[in-house]
């Protein structure tokens, strides 16, 4: 009787246990599968939930590369640094393409890189320097050329007009007449420097000679008037010069105006034609002749 009772007491306390860890089983199954059905629509809310109580397990992540997303896709730390510079750089070049003028102050554009920088200035004069040294800009002292190929093209076609053609027939003709104007030069300025000396002899004769009659011959009372005279005649001959040129009366200006008379005077005896000199230099040297220099001679015509 005692082992019938006992017999049955185990057999059901082993049921019992069974039926538990079953329970306890089919629980923790049904638990998996909701977490990993794509039909919860609350899938996000528990898992943020159980990830909030430490209950749902984090070994994929953790098994990741560092600087690998889940989904495949590979940015390491290095280039997203290239990819935010890249974009800096554009935005440097849109705000440059965007200044309507050919050329602004070295301020102003450190301004505008350390404004793309987000205000960083040792990054946005690294930036400038950047700019410089692959060509985006040209900086020149304190002025920045924002459209370096504009420049590059006006030098180019300075640079083609300066050098003449050496094979071109006028430029033989024109190193003819250029050495023949230099003689002309030469002897006008030698007969105007004539001209200046002579007046400082006369000078110098007058000097002593007012001198003589004013300390030795007669005396002040007699010269002061006669002075006088002769400074009026001086300042009357100098507004004559100044109505006939239009040149100051200065010994400058009196040098220019002997100058080009002595010099039109040369030209005609050595037949020299200034017009076809003009035209040579028009044709060899379109850059540097900005007047015709028939007109520089003309100017005092009516001297």
Same mark, same amino acid.
């Given at each position: 009787?005692a082992?019938?009772?006992?017999?049955?007491?185990?057999?059901?306390d082993?049921?019992? &246990?069974?039926?538990? @860890?079953?329970?306890?089983?089919?629980k923790?199954?049904?638990?998996?599968?909701?977490?990993?059905s794509?039909e /919860?629509?609350?899938?996000?809310?528990?898992?943020?939930?159980?990830?909030?109580?430490?209950?749902?397990?984090?070994?994929?992540?953790? @098994?990741?590369?560092?600087?690998?997303?889940p989904?495949?896709?590979?940015?390491?730390?290095?280039?997203?640094?290239?990819?935010?510079?890249? /974009?800096?750089?554009e935005?440097?070049?849109?705000?440059?393409?965007?200044?309507?003028?050919? @050329?602004? @102050?070295?301020?102003? $554009?450190?301004?505008?890189?350390? #404004?793309v920088?987000?205000? !960083?200035?040792?990054?946005?004069?690294?930036?400038a320097?950047t700019?410089?040294?692959?060509?985006?800009?040209?900086?020149?002292?304190?002025?920045? *050329?924002?459209?370096?190929? #504009?420049?590059?093209?006006?030098?180019?076609?300075l640079?083609?007009?300066?050098?003449?053609?050496?094979?071109?027939?006028?430029?033989?003709?024109?190193?003819?007449?250029?050495? #023949? %104007?230099?003689?002309?030069?030469? %002897?006008?300025?030698?007969?105007?420097?004539?001209?200046?000396?002579?007046g400082?002899?006369?000078?110098?004769?007058?000097?002593?000679?007012?001198?003589?009659?004013?300390?030795?011959?007669?005396?002040?009372?007699?010269?002061?008037?006669?002075?006088?005279?002769?400074?009026?005649?001086?300042? &009357? *001959?100098?507004?004559?010069? *100044?109505?006939?040129?239009? &040149?100051?009366?200065?010994?400058?200006? $009196?040098?220019?105006?002997?100058?080009?008379?002595? #010099?039109?005077?040369?030209?005609?005896?050595y !037949?020299?034609?200034?017009?076809?000199? !003009?035209?040579?230099?028009k044709?060899?040297?379109?850059?540097?002749?900005t007047?015709? %220099?028939?007109?520089? *001679?003309?100017?005092?015509?009516?001297?």
């Amino acid at each position: 009787m005692a082992l019938g009772k006992v017999f049955p007491k185990r057999l059901f306390d082993c049921f019992k &246990t069974t039926s538990r @860890s079953l329970s306890n089983s089919s629980k923790a199954n049904i638990h998996r599968e909701y977490l990993a059905s794509p039909e /919860s629509g609350d899938k996000g809310f528990f898992r943020r939930f159980l990830e909030g109580r430490g209950l749902y397990s984090h070994s994929e992540i953790l @098994s990741l590369p560092a600087g690998t997303a889940p989904n495949g896709a590979g940015i390491s730390v290095k280039d997203a640094r290239k990819i935010l510079r890249a /974009s800096q750089v554009e935005k440097l070049r849109e705000k440059l393409r965007d200044i309507p003028h050919t @050329s602004i @102050s070295y301020a102003h $554009y450190f301004r505008i890189c350390v #404004q793309v920088c987000d205000h !960083n200035e040792h990054q946005g004069a690294e930036f400038a320097k950047t700019f410089d040294d692959s060509g985006n800009v040209i900086v020149l002292g304190n002025v920045v *050329f924002l459209r370096p190929e #504009q420049v590059a093209k006006t030098m180019g076609s300075l640079i083609s007009e300066l050098i003449a053609n050496p094979n071109d027939p006028r430029r033989k003709e024109l190193e003819s007449m250029e050495r #023949q %104007k230099a003689m002309i030069d030469e %002897k006008a300025k030698a007969q105007v420097r004539g001209e200046l000396y002579c007046g400082l002899g006369f000078l110098t004769v007058q000097t002593f000679g007012l001198m003589r009659l004013t300390f030795w011959e007669l005396s002040w009372d007699v010269m002061e008037p006669v002075c006088f005279l002769i400074t009026s005649m001086y300042f &009357t *001959f100098g507004y004559i010069f *100044f109505l006939r040129t239009s &040149t100051e009366p200065t010994f400058q200006g $009196y040098f220019h105006v002997r100058f080009k008379a002595k #010099q039109q005077r040369l030209m005609k005896r050595y !037949n020299f034609d200034i017009q076809r000199y !003009n035209e040579l230099c028009k044709a060899c040297y379109p850059s540097c002749y900005t007047r015709p %220099k028939s007109q520089a *001679f003309s100017l005092f015509n009516h001297a």
